[in-house]
């Protein structure tokens, strides 16, 4: 890390801060740039977003005083700097277990507020803590800092209508305005702000545009040079001085300070995982991921099919639309960060003949719930979720975690929900899928690389057999990739001379009637998920067993109802007992326990089937 004998040695607080000349603040901040490019090429993390808010950070714990003054950042993968700031200047173990989280973090420091890495909640929070302190009388400022990709969230502009409504509470908006989210950012507001970045013509020509801002009640500063940290401190403190809504305009560079960065054409080292902090080359992953089978699969679908379209929110690439748009620049839409506008969009196209394939994070859906609901499954319209990162994602921290999406979408009526286990069951599934033309579709996968292919050795309708050996004592519902995990534990299992039947329903909701006559058939029922276990598939073959009058013993095992810590996702499948040992353990004392049923001594289901 830094030179001992380094300006960010003494920092042990903000108020270190306020006493530093200009030639230390600019020290300063090339030391923070040079231990944010160590940490994030060594633990991964955010390093083109922190890289640009360097000076804006130092600026804000100059001019307010945080605690008292409550400093917001939006979405919060740009609050390394403020971390570094306020005492937490060893980013060694960024993001592992114990160590600091990658976002705000209130149980590690007074200073953090926001930890939900959702993006575009930060006015809201803002305008709830001034209404507080109105109430209460408190002299306390409420700044919240939000990118101009986050400023493209609907929830941001509900915010904006209330604050500047209100006119007379004194919330100060800071936008970090670097023109891009991931990709540059889209639609009408990003040309606003570089209208008035570049102090350019107005649509309707003439002299450069009004902010829209004002027009909502909320005062306009700017537009400010981020990265010169004196310019930063004085529109801060005459914000500050306002004491009503108002909002600072930051013009930074995503990446600032650091070439390989500033050069990515892609994401400006956005979320770069590991890279060589000499060179910016980063180190790729061995084995090809299921985003980009995805991506390859529906750039064929594409070919195939006119109507398909594509739709992401703000992640072209991390959602693997980028190719697709390549190949059908058309038929892409990038909404910004604005899930419930791409569903619901997405709803309007599927009316008009389009089948729209919506692809985002698993957890970002959870914001277009209703949307799912009622706009395209109360319509019984063909679109099709594809959910990247569902499952437990780990060291993005607790609201990163694919971990609802197979719970939350149980009860929406209609709609079907797909969980491949391997490449070859993703490219088919997303076929059936994106061919439903009268109800919601979901295909689910998780982050990171493929495993091996599983074929199966038996089918039962629409489900996969992957082991059997026709005793029934046990049966292994896998969901998804997690069926490499359950062959595993059959061999355990059969190791101790239990039957062990697994099978992959593929398709996870409805349940098969297959697997509820199955669960019916064997001594004990496992339902292997990753996915919260409420309200999940285990659940939906628990009572579809019951309903069906079958004695069936159903065991989920999947993340237990709670926020995870930020940890890698192979020491959280540990902690909550998702390993092999684990589950065999488990079910190896359930079977030999007293007998929950007499089973029937019939022919066994399986036996003689293809
Ligand atoms: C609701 C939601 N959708 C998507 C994301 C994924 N995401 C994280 S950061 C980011 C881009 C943020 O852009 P901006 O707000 O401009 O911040 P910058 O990284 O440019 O500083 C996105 C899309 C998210 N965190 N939350
Ligand atoms: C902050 C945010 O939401 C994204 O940048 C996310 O952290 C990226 O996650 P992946 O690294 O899994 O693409
Ligand atoms: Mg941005």
Redesign the pocket.
Known sequence: MADESGVLDQITGPCDLKRLSPGELTRLAGEIRAELVAAVARYGG?L???L??VELTIALHRVFDSPRDRLLF??G??AYVHKMLTGRRDLRRLRSRGGLSGYPCRAESEHDVLEN????TALSYADGLAKAYRLSGEDRRVVAV????????GMAWEALNNIGGAGDRPVIIVV???????SP?AGGLADHLARLREGAPGRSGGRAPRPVFEELGVEYLGPVDGHDEAMVEAALRRARALGRPVLVHCV?T?GYGYPPAEDDPVE?F??PGRFDPATGRKTRASGRSWTEAFSAELVEIGAEDPHIVAIT???LH?TGLAAFQAAFPERTYDVG?A?QHAVASAAGLALGGAHPVVA??S??LN?AFDQVLMDVALHRLGVTFVLDRAGITGDDGP??NGMWDLSILQVVPGLRVAAPRDAARLRGLLREAVAVDDAPTVVRFPKGELPPETDPVAAVGAVDVLARDGTEDVLIVAVGPFAGLCLEVAERLGAQGVGVTVVDPRWVQPIDPAVTELAGRHRLVAVVEDNGRVGGVGDAVARLARDAGLPADVHTFGIPQRFLEHAPRTELLAEIGLRADDLAGVLGARLAGPRSKERETTTPILEGVR
């Open positions: 955010h083109g977003s922190n640009g808010v939006d979405t993968h740009q890495s959702h993006a575009s939000v990118g101009d990709g986050a400023l493209t969230g970090n305005d670097n023109g891009r989210s991931y950012t930074t995503k400006r956005h979320a929110a703000a992640m991390p960060i899930e985002v994070y957890t970002f914001r609201s990163h």
